[in-house]
């Protein structure tokens, strides 16, 4: 496909993104997402952070398949988990799972650094080689395992979780400074809700559920993307 096509697919996904918060509005709490992670989602190509025998299938709104029992999210889950962060640009941002980096690249397009950390070596270079070869020079990247998160830089403004542990790890709440926010799916594998953490001033946490999802499962020292 050309880059012609590629920028038309991926303008008809973001009017489904949009299409698709209308329908999901009571169980996200409002009307629309925040106009700065659409046009993010509008200016990352999406194509570029799939395995290249799935590159045309790269806009359709569902997950794809990444490789070692992993997946890139649903384009409607990725913008509502970023929608949910309430981002600034001068936040510092974990994420915990890679993948092959399409959302650090969304995370990168709307903050002033992304640390991410992949605990599956062959991703966490693809990883790397993608983010690098498209200028993402705000990304940060380790290999290791996410449940621990990244001590060394944290506590961080924000916190994202690409993969769903039973319970938010104790370490992530830790790292999540006071007004924070985390975006984390947890439960187990058939009863995950995607939730909402946050810390108040006074360093108390609160959660709420947002709605149901699907995503790969980890747990310490398990692989999460």
């Not at 918060?21 to 659409?38: C, H, N, P, S, W």
Request: overall charge negative; glycine content about 8%.
């Amino acid at each position: 496909m050309s880059d012609m096509q590629f920028t038309a697919l991926r303008a008809i996904m973001v009017q489904e993104i949009l299409a698709h918060a209308q329908f999901a509005r009571e169980q996200i709490g409002k009307d629309q997402l925040d106009r700065a992670v659409i046009d993010a989602l509008g200016r990352v190509p999406r194509h570029d952070f799939v395995p290249a025998q799935l590159r045309e299938y790269a806009y359709a709104d569902s997950p794809l398949p990444i490789g070692y029992g992993k997946t890139i999210s649903q384009p409607f889950i990725v913008a509502l988990m970023t929608d949910l962060l309430e981002m600034r640009p001068s936040d510092r941002v974990l994420e915990v799972g890679t993948g092959l980096g399409y959302q650090a690249a969304i995370l990168a397009e709307l903050a002033a650094q992304i640390f991410t950390v992949e605990i599956v070596e062959e991703l966490f270079e693809e990883a790397s080689a993608r983010l690098k070869r498209l200028g993402y020079k705000n990304v940060e990247l380790k290999r290791g395992d996410g449940h621990y998160g990244w001590p060394e830089h944290g506590p961080f403004d924000k916190i994202i979780v690409t993969a769903a542990p039973e319970l938010v790890p104790p370490p992530l709440l830790v790292q999540l400074k006071s007004g924070g926010r985390m975006v984390i799916p947890a439960g187990i594998s058939d009863a995950q809700q995607l939730m909402l953490v946050t810390k108040d001033e006074s360093g108390r946490t609160s959660i709420r559920e947002i709605l149901p999802v699907r995503f790969s499962v980890f747990e310490l020292g398990e692989r999460e993307a």
